[in-house]
């Protein structure tokens, strides 16, 4: 099937560095997604190992061949356009065809292959209309038909889920995880919500300013961020950012508090540190030694669980609670930490501190 | 979202209860307006029924005074003029309005063939000094013809195309490119680029994507694009009248002003034969309306 190697992409637009450098390296049969703010240059990367745009710089290679002056068509890969692209003057059975009549397929096998496909999607019922008669979602599936009738080298995706509302959002993210599963196959999937990312793939490649910042599965994304960018562009609500250095065993904020230092962290004393807390890894209630003193600026409560925004001097901590916490702004506290899973970062360079030995 | 040229035409506004109660709001004021609109009427229409008066009037009736208005006896012996010659056999007009119809057609086909592609390179590919390029194109219609006429003449004469029908078609076709483009690029614009990138992935060369996906979804455009070319070569008169002379190349524009002048002029030939070259454009332009509307109104609908 089909591995898809992007080395050292390069490309700018007039003044406008799109991608500087991207390297990436999507396994065979992998849910592999890239995930990024808009203008991260998600877009291009794709649009670039599609052949639809010319590379200033780099290769492209699919299958370990050297792809990068391929046509797209040479290219045999398969794409869903963030704006589905279905042509509006076809039918849905016409525009799924399409990729098959490209290609010359026997009349016999278009029919089947539409049929399968508008099978698995649940789509059969809309073969004989026109996108016009469309709504999004269901655009949006026959896009996805019309990627997924061939069996290309890899399926390329653009943030096909970003038009959708929320709960068509969720119901097709368990639905393209479900195709990946049946079908098998090379996903290669853009998108700039996190939980996207998270939920369905494989592998996460992060891409900030046309550059990837990490590549790594979710888990490692999440509980190992390469560095304070990372960090917080990853993870809901967003991870709290103290600003601190090390003395000795011990890490001091720049708010006046003190915690005890974690074993890993390798930087000297006075370095200006980042310590980033995820909300679960606080607590409101008495926990070990390792808490902040500070108060309550207030409470959202969410249903599941509450976010409590406790204030820290001048800087501020979210903190995951029981749905039933109480507490009144301005109310004292104190915030247990979990250090163990606490991040430091340096922050000059933003990187994580190495950490080695936990 | 995605969204077709056609269904880019606004529906017809629907009359709604507010806006006809501000036009019943003083009916002084609608009185005002139909009296300014029917003089304004009157003024335009007023050449254009005494044109048609006269080409079917009789001698004596064109020249009565006062006028009449109504109650001439009607003839078809003008029109018959305009295409039988008096000794028989094809009349010099007609022969003027057929080469009428085959330069203004061959060069609007032509500027159409090399528009329609230039203004979808244009519009997709980003070229070296693009706006440079396109602005000097635009800036060959800057004069008017008059200015660039003499030049004109003197190479048509070095290359023997002084008096050809080719040497107009040639001229016209020239004048129209540069309108032709810029009109498909404004109107290919309008066709998100994203067609021609998935029927690519599809398996389609860049040309078939274009040729399938992106040139049915510009026929309205066009359409409007060519009728504007068509009328402008129909009606061309100053390079006819400076380029050609013999009677048998020379189109119906100056075929028609040659008719005036002269000891006696015969003002029903001159309607009859102004109304039967009228006529073409008209029709034309009424056939392909709703292309024309389309056209004109398709750059105010953002996607």
Redesign the interface.
Known sequence: MGTVTAHGLRKSFGEVRALDGVTLEVPDGAFFVVLGPSGAGKTTTL?AI???ERLDAGSVHLDGRDATGD???ARD???V?Q???????KTVYENIA??L???STPADEIGAGVERVAGLLHIERLLQRR??QLSGGEMQRVALA?ALVRRPRAFLMDEPLTNLDLKLRVEMRTELTRIHRTLGGTFLYVTNDQVEALSMADQIAVLREGAVQQVGTPTEVYERPANQWVAGFVGSPRISLLACHAEGDRLVGAEGWTLPRPRWTTAEDGRPLVLGLRAEDLSVEQRGDAALPGEIYGLEPLGDRTLVDVKVGAEMLKVKARPTVTGKPGERLSVSVDLDRAHVFDADTGLALSEAGR | ????VD?AVPAPPVPDDARRARRRGGTGRAVVEVALLTVVAVAMLFPVLWMLETSIKEGQDIYAVPAKLFGFDVTLDHYKDVFVAPGGGRSDLSVALLNSVVVAGSSTVLATLLGVPAGWAYSRFTLKGEKDQLFFILSTRFMPPVVVVIPIFLMYRSLGLIDTQLGLILIYTAFNVPFTIWMMKGFVDEV?S??E??????????L?AFWR?TL??LVPGIAATAVFALIFSWNEFVYAIFLTSSQEVRTAPPAIAGLIGGSTVDWGLVAASAVVFALPVLVFAYMVRKHLVAGVTLGAVRR
């Open positions: 649009r599609a052949g639809l046509t797209p068509a890969l398969a794409m356009f704006s589905y692209a279905l042509y509006p003057r399409s990729p009549r490209a290609r996108p016009a019309r | 979202m995605a969204i077709s269904e998100p994203e067609y990138d998935a029927a690519m992935l599809d398996g389609y060369t860049r078939q996906f049915p979804l």
